[in-house]
């Protein structure tokens, strides 16, 4: 039997996501924005609920393309508020709008992907945790990238989240070494 980090415990579907997403390098402009937009979803829930419901939130959210969820309004959000596969809370779907806004400006400026990457200085941090328990909740580049959100405007985005949606996008490896995916990912980090 693999050895896997345990948080991901024995449900199928986030056995697959630990396996195969989590702490993967991630580049892409706007899969970033989504999972920064599911990991704010997440706050005060467990992420395997977001899991379960990402193919809803995907469909509800135009595939989370920034261009288009920026132009919704009122109307809009009310119509995802009746969508009961997402999480429906009205102050996470405005913040989901704003932040499409939000996304739409840094992108223009400088490039989404390119100034989150910069808060572990454009390359992946490889960590060698020994256990679950070593695996800190937030660091320094966490609260730093957590204060640049905040400061643009976005919401959900406390230092936790921030370093959650470091982890899950590769910014960070923080498999820990026990775990079949420990040097798979560094690996590709060194890649």
Not at 96 to 111: K, M, N
Not at 149 to 155: D, I, M, P, Q, V
Not at 171 to 180: K, L
Request: proline share 6%.
């Amino acid at each position: 039997m693999l050895a896997r980090c345990s948080w991901c415990g024995s449900d199928p579907l986030y056995v697959d996501y630990h396996d195969t997403d989590w702490g993967v390098p991630e580049h892409d402009s706007r899969a970033l924005w989504e999972k920064l937009v599911l990991d704010g979803f997440q706050a005060g829930l467990s992420w395997i609920t977001i899991l379960r419901k990402r193919p809803a939130f995907r469909q509800e959210f135009d595939g989370f393309d920034p261009a288009r969820v920026a132009l919704w309004d009122e109307a809009r959000i009310d119509r995802a508020l009746t969508n009961p596969g997402i999480v429906r809370h009205r102050g996470k779907i405005t913040s989901t709008v704003r932040s499409a806004r939000l996304f739409l400006e840094i992108d223009a400026d400088q490039g989404f992907a390119p100034w989150l990457w910069s808060f572990v200085g454009g390359a992946p941090i490889q960590n060698a945790w020994p256990d679950m328990a070593s695996v800190p909740t937030a660091t320094p580049e966490s609260i730093a990238m957590s204060k640049a959100l905040k400061k643009r405007g976005f919401n959900y985005c406390g230092p936790v989240i921030t370093y959650a949606f470091m982890q899950a996008t590769g910014m960070v490896n923080d498999h820990i070494i026990p775990c079949h995916r420990h040097d798979a990912v560094k690996a590709l980090l060194a890649g």
